[in-house]
């Protein structure tokens, strides 16, 4: 990356800096505070090094910290004197020894400004590769242009898992993505078996994670300033990549709606999404897709669920098209059977990613035709909403949709807790009072199917003591176990507890 000559800062009046000994015609590409004995794993050459000299205890670490430095191929060292009064001569000594330029930061000149006037030559950089995108080139280009400039590897990489742009050699997949969701920082560091790398999130960060783009460096002297100008290059095209999703994505939710409601047939909406990419006569499949935000409780509304189906879809590397439907988002995928038959599993993939920040609720259809896109939709709408009712799961195939499960999704909320409450209450009551373990033993006691010795021995009770507490069960909610209504009822009740305000 083009820099600032030493020579320049040196002449600085608002500086101050002083040169103690070696060259000024050295290019600064760079700043790196430190305060580390020997910071070589953290340096890529060229950089300014700043330091307040705490590591040093007596000659012998000047000549180590110089000698690392001297290694690294910095450009100059900058010794601060506010720790120790003024510059050491062992240390001007040193660097004299290796040839290296050292200036002395005077008390009154923080290490933050000095490092805002470095990085003020870099920000012309910045606008090289805004001009070079305006001119049509790609992202790859972008950040091919940005590596030479930086002196390291650059990517973008999507909080998904994809590797949208850049050289070979990106950082592991698996332990960066997963990293980058352990921390909810705009830019930070993650440390892999390919070595620390460094990333800034692309755009406003309000988008879950999963969701986001990430301008990723090899962790080295890069500075946050660059990295965040690179992040904000790579925005422009995020928004044209966005603004391009949401134009097919008008054109097929109006379509699908139309689907929905009688008013167009299968094979007009078919035609309209090949006119989106779709590839006509394909197998396709269809995904709902609603995003549960924790601490409100509620789905988090249909234009942010696109907005998260859109990246999730780009991931799979499947031709498809999303758009807000309802209180959710859907997304056609048209592929061949085997490819299709994985989605599942990639979107039980995106749903772990994304972790406690959001909850994704998934519903999949069957693979079918065009023909059968109507029922396509339908199904993965009801998958979906059993995946919004049942915590076990986040995703859903239409193969639940033979369950008990689908027809409690589908009864309001407000009657599946007044039907739990009813049937289980008073011996949720009981316990609480008691100090009891009954619904624990219905649970039990209907998962063996009614059998009192499979029950007695996954209790450890003896099968007289199991009997008792049955007898008290029906007492209590005034049902008998021996009756199969009485056990259908009680089951589907227990289907619900886990929704029972804590």
Same mark, same amino acid.
């Given at each position: ?119 003020? !030559?870099?920000?012309? +950089?910045? =606008?090289?590769?805004?001009?070079? @995108?305006? $001119? *049509?080139?790609? &992202?790859?280009? /972008? ?122 047939? !299968?094979?007009?909406? +078919?035609? =309209?999404?090949?006119?989106?990419? @779709?590839? $006509? *006569?394909?197998? &396709?499949?269809? /995904? ?128 599946? =807790?007044?039907?739990?409450?009813? @049937? ?79």
């Amino acid at each position: 990356m083009s820099g600032v000559q030493l020579s320049e800062l040196v002449a600085d009046p608002g500086l101050g800096l002083t040169l103690l000994t070696g060259p000024a015609d050295r290019e600064v590409r760079g700043v790196y505070i430190t305060d580390l004995l020997d910071p070589r794993r953290y340096l890529r050459g060229g950089e300014l090094v700043l330091t307040g000299l705490m590591w040093r205890t007596g000659p012998a670490d000047s000549a180590e910290f110089v000698a690392a430095l001297a290694d690294a191929g910095v450009a100059a060292i900058a010794a601060g004197t506010a720790w120790l009064g003024s510059t050491p001569p062992d240390l001007v000594e040193a660097c004299r020894r290796h040839g290296m330029s050292l200036v002395e930061v005077p008390v009154a000149l923080s290490f933050g400004t000095l490092s805002e006037r470095v990085m003020a !030559a870099h920000r012309a +950089a910045g =606008r090289e590769w805004v001009s070079a @995108l305006a $001119a *049509g080139a790609d &992202l790859d280009e /972008v950040l091919e242009l940005a590596a030479a400039e930086l002196g390291t590897g650059c990517w973008v990489v999507s909080g998904a898992g994809a590797v949208l742009a850049g050289p070979p050699g990106a950082p592991a997949h698996e332990e960066f993505v997963h990293g980058l969701h352990e921390s909810s920082a705009t830019s930070g560091s993650v440390r892999t078996s390919r070595g620390d790398h460094r990333f800034h999130a692309v755009g406003d960060g309000t988008d879950p994670r999963v969701a986001q783009w990430f301008v990723v460096v090899r962790e080295s002297a890069v500075p946050p300033a660059a990295l965040a100008e690179l992040a904000t290059v790579v925005a422009l095209v995020r928004s044209r990549v966005d603004q391009a999703r949401s134009i097919a994505g008008r054109s097929v939710e109006s379509a699908l709606r139309r689907l929905l409601d009688g008013t167009s047939s !299968a094979v007009e909406v +078919a035609a =309209r999404l090949d006119t989106v990419g @779709l590839p $006509a *006569g394909e197998p &396709l499949r269809v /995904v709902q897709l609603s995003v549960v935000r924790p601490e409100r409780g509620a789905t988090a509304g249909s234009a942010l669920a696109a907005t998260v189906l859109r990246e999730l879809a780009a991931t799979t590397g499947l031709p498809s098209v999303a758009a807000p439907l309802g209180e959710a988002a859907a997304a056609v995928f048209a592929d061949d059977e085997g490819q299709l038959s994985a989605l599942p599993d990639r979107f039980r993939e995106f749903a772990a990613l994304a972790g406690g920040e959001v909850r994704l609720c998934a519903g999949i259809s069957d693979i079918g035709t065009a023909d059968g896109l109507r029922s396509a939709v339908e199904e993965a709408g009801h998958a979906r909403r059993l995946a919004e009712h049942d915590p076990r799961s986040s995703v859903v195939t239409a193969d639940a949709l033979a369950s008990h499960e689908v027809l409690l999704a589908s009864v309001p909320e407000e009657l599946r =807790r007044s039907y739990r409450d009813k @049937l289980l209450g008073p011996l949720i009551g009981y316990d609480e009072a008691h100090a009891t373990d009954l619904l624990r033993t219905l649970r039990v006691f209907l998962e063996c199917s009614g059998s009192w010795s499979r029950c007695a021995a996954r209790l450890h009770l003896h099968v007289n003591t199991l009997r008792y507490r049955i007898g008290r069960i029906e007492q209590i909610t005034g049902r008998k176990l021996g009756n199969l209504s009485a056990r259908v009822d009680f089951h589907l009740a227990l289907q619900l507890i886990d929704d029972r305000p804590s």
